[in-house]
């Protein structure tokens, strides 16, 4: 069973950081790119960013490009988001996805083919 597990959401205030946690099982790591999305409200689902589980590349939405890191660490299977300077405008609930890497595509429109979900865990960040 194919499972993602969010974690390290919050409060923070406004140029605070935060790290999230993406626990994966169920599937080959290295077969894999794992993506951060995220959801405020009233607003449209966002890639925000995607991480090889093959070779570490890297991909960040221009509105946390600077700001957000992912990393991955396969041996433990999880893929981590470290969010500094965050702003008001970072609220919402982040959401960790995977997708076999030859049907996951990143450009300027966003991430697209992502095949499995987390349920999310929320930021909340005040000014």
């Known amino acids: 069973e194919v499972q993602l597990v969010e974690s390290g959401g919050g409060l923070v205030q406004a140029g605070g950081s935060l790290r999230l946690s993406c626990t994966t099982s169920?599937?080959?790591?290295?077969?894999?790119?794992i993506a951060w999305f995220r959801q405020a409200p009233g607003k449209e689902h966002e890639g925000i960013s995607c991480?090889?589980?093959?070779?570490?590349?890297?991909y960040y939405a221009d509105s946390v490009k600077g700001r957000f890191t992912v990393s991955s660490d396969s041996a433990k299977n999880t893929v981590y988001l470290q969010m500094n300077n965050l702003k008001p405008e970072d609220t919402g609930a982040y959401y960790c996805?995977?997708?076999?890497?030859?049907?996951?595509?990143?450009?300027?429109?966003?991430?697209?083919?992502?095949?499995?979900w987390g349920k999310g865990t929320p930021v909340t960040v005040s000014s």
């Open positions: 996805a995977a997708g076999d890497l030859s049907q996951v595509v990143t450009n300027i429109g966003g991430i697209y083919g992502m095949e499995y």
């Open positions: 991480i090889s589980g093959s070779d570490g590349s890297t």
């Open positions: 169920g599937f080959n790591f290295d077969d894999y790119a």
